[in-house]
């Protein structure tokens, strides 16, 4: 018989969130059934409705599981909610189950504690009930007190995507520390505070990751027979352990062949290495010399969209290029997995740099534009800026000619002679402009 590791999800929320708690009981439901399984791991979800009626204080039954969970979620929106019973200092529910939840993890470590805030209205935050002050108030402690890190959402999409990805994450800090001889209760016990930056956690995390493999390489001796993948897979562990301005992440092809061919004849590999790779891999997608692919995969059942996340916060312009490319090859849209297309399109043709991240965003502007970033790219057109402007040319008149704009693409086209502009371009968009009986 397999055992499994239970992981107890409890979801607090007041009364007008009914909708977002079905999307994220949907959310566990369906990441134990695709990622879970294939961890040992099993989650088992904790719901005030679920509970059977009982006999005394109805909140007591429900603070036994906030007590018993291992993450909890806690959803917000307009309401406050309503005192749990006559006889308590709470205002809500919720307040009272997270109270109980962070008395805990400041005692114990556990539960790992994760917020998701629904946008409001400006039309209701203009002119806010007692019900959405006191929502906004706890909302305002939560950023001034790093009481925990939370997530705002607008569509049901959006919070199923971010639910996935916390569950996710969750299961594989908990399998890493689980193959490390960890206890669970150790895992969490990192509180976010002054003295602690989310960059020092991840060092921790990364230590955690990167011992038990140094331990192993040098209990077997390093040698001159030693085994050439031990050799490479340390040297990636030195890229784990780099630090921002400090260090350039580096490992040559033939490393990383080596580790690509050792994880494709069994070798199991920590979700950080994996990341790492993936990290390394997209500066030399345009090489075409390493291993991508395989990691890429790895990585989005890891975290679903994280191409996107490394095209805004990878610190090599190279590295960023090469998430946009990988995009670009995906077809991926940057709304469909919870981002704000037009903000990561702007930081993409607005960070501060040379060319190529630029022009990485106009290759896949051109197989990805949508009508909607007409103006943005127009805008970059309008500054004429030399280094990028034949390829946010070109992206504009292929985007308007799939606009059904084909007078303005030609319009464009017309304005263009001084330029070579890639035939490509022209045939692709030449039979659009022809069917336009203004033209002809």
Same mark, same amino acid.
Not at 235 to 242: H, K, P, S, V
């Given at each position: 018989?397999?055992?499994?590791?239970?992981?107890?999800? @409890?979801?607090?929320?007041?009364? #007008?969130?009914?909708?977002?708690?079905?999307?994220?009981?949907?959310?566990?439901?369906?990441?134990?059934?695709?990622?879970?399984? *294939?961890?040992?791991?099993?989650?088992?979800?904790?719901?005030?409705?679920?509970?059977?009626?009982?006999?005394?204080?109805? &909140?007591?039954?429900?603070?036994?599981?906030?007590?018993?969970?291992?993450?909890?979620?806690?959803?917000?929106?307009?309401?406050?909610?309503?005192?749990?019973?006559?006889?308590?200092?709470?205002?809500?529910?919720?307040?009272?189950?997270?109270?109980?939840?962070?008395?805990?993890?400041?005692?114990?470590?556990?539960?790992?504690?994760?917020?998701?805030?629904?946008?409001?209205?400006?039309?209701?935050?203009?002119?806010?009930?007692?019900?959405?002050?006191?929502?906004?108030?706890?909302?305002?402690?939560?950023?001034?007190?790093?009481?925990?890190?939370?997530?705002?959402?607008?569509?049901?999409?959006?919070?199923?995507?971010?639910?996935?990805?916390?569950?996710?994450?969750?299961?594989?800090?908990?399998?890493?520390?689980?193959? *490390?001889? $960890?206890?669970? %209760?150790?895992?969490?016990?990192?509180?976010?505070?002054?003295?602690?930056?989310?960059?020092?956690?991840?060092?921790? +995390?990364?230590?955690?990751?990167?011992?038990?493999?140094?331990?192993?390489? =040098?209990?077997?001796?390093?040698?001159?027979?030693?085994?050439? @993948?031990?050799?490479?897979?340390?040297?990636?562990?030195?890229? !784990?352990?780099?630090?921002?301005?400090?260090?350039?992440?580096?490992?040559?092809? *033939?490393?990383?062949?080596?580790?690509?061919?050792?994880?494709?004849?069994?070798?199991?590999?920590?979700? %950080?290495?994996? %990341?790492?790779?993936?990290? !390394?891999?997209?500066?030399?997608?345009?090489?075409?010399?390493?291993?991508?692919?395989?990691?890429? &995969?790895?990585?989005?059942? $890891?975290?679903?969209?994280?191409?996107?996340?490394?095209? =805004?916060?990878?610190?090599?312009?190279?590295?960023?290029?090469?998430?946009?490319?990988?995009?670009?090859?995906?077809?991926?849209?940057?709304?469909?997995?919870?981002?704000?297309?037009?903000?990561?399109?702007?930081?993409?043709?607005?960070?501060?740099?040379? *060319?190529?991240?630029?022009?990485?965003?106009?290759?896949?502007?051109?197989?990805?534009?949508?009508?909607?970033?007409?103006?943005? =790219?127009?805008? +970059?057109?309008?500054?004429?800026?030399?280094?990028?402007?034949?390829?946010?040319?070109?992206? !504009?008149?292929?985007?308007?000619?799939?606009?059904?704009?084909?007078?303005?693409?030609?319009?464009?086209?017309? #304005?263009?002679?001084?330029?070579?502009?890639?035939?490509? =371009?022209?045939?692709?968009?030449?039979?659009?402009?022809?069917?336009?009986?203004?033209?002809?």
């Amino acid at each position: 018989m397999v055992s499994r590791e239970i992981i107890r999800v @409890f979801i607090a929320s007041p009364s #007008d969130v009914g909708a977002e708690r079905s999307i994220v009981q949907e959310a566990v439901h369906e990441i134990d059934r695709t990622v879970a399984r *294939h961890t040992g791991h099993s989650f088992e979800l904790l719901r005030w409705e679920d509970r059977s009626p009982t006999f005394g204080r109805p &909140q007591s039954a429900i603070n036994f599981d906030v007590d018993n969970c291992d993450l909890f979620i806690g959803l917000l929106w307009k309401r406050w909610g309503t005192p749990p019973d006559a006889d308590t200092q709470y205002q809500s529910g919720f307040e009272e189950e997270f109270d109980r939840a962070v008395n805990r993890k400041n005692g114990s470590g556990s539960p790992e504690i994760s917020l998701f805030f629904k946008r409001v209205p400006e039309s209701d935050v203009a002119d806010p009930g007692p019900q959405l002050v006191r929502s906004q108030e706890f909302r305002q402690q939560v950023i001034v007190n790093r009481i925990a890190l939370f997530r705002e959402f607008n569509h049901s999409g959006d919070l199923a995507s971010m639910v996935r990805e916390c569950l996710t994450e969750f299961i594989y800090r908990s399998g890493t520390n689980r193959h *490390h001889g $960890i206890d669970r %209760q150790e895992t969490h016990t990192i509180v976010a505070s002054d003295s602690q930056s989310p960059s020092a956690i991840k060092g921790v +995390e990364r230590h955690n990751t990167i011992k038990p493999i140094i331990e192993e390489i =040098i209990r077997y001796q390093i040698t001159e027979a030693q085994d050439p @993948f031990d050799i490479a897979r340390l040297r990636l562990c030195a890229n !784990l352990t780099g630090a921002k301005r400090n260090d350039e992440q580096r490992l040559d092809a *033939h490393d990383c062949n080596l580790v690509y061919e050792s994880h494709r004849d069994g070798t199991v590999l920590q979700p %950080q290495e994996v %990341q790492t790779l993936l990290q !390394l891999a997209y500066g030399n997608l345009s090489n075409e010399n390493t291993p991508f692919w395989t990691w890429f &995969q790895l990585c989005e059942e $890891i975290e679903r969209g994280s191409a996107i996340r490394a095209s =805004i916060t990878e610190d090599s312009e190279e590295n960023r290029a090469g998430a946009i490319r990988a995009m670009q090859c995906m077809r991926m849209n940057p709304s469909e997995y919870g981002h704000s297309r037009s903000q990561v399109l702007t930081t993409w043709l607005r960070t501060p740099g040379t *060319h190529v991240l630029r022009n990485a965003a106009f290759a896949y502007m051109k197989d990805n534009a949508e009508p909607e970033d007409i103006e943005l =790219i127009q805008r +970059e057109v309008d500054k004429g800026d030399s280094s990028t402007y034949q390829e946010a040319r070109e992206c !504009l008149i292929r985007l308007q000619a799939r606009s059904q704009k084909p007078s303005e693409s030609l319009d464009t086209v017309l #304005d263009s002679m001084a330029l070579r502009i890639n035939t490509s =371009i022209i045939a692709s968009v030449a039979p659009i402009m022809l069917s336009d009986p203004l033209i002809c």
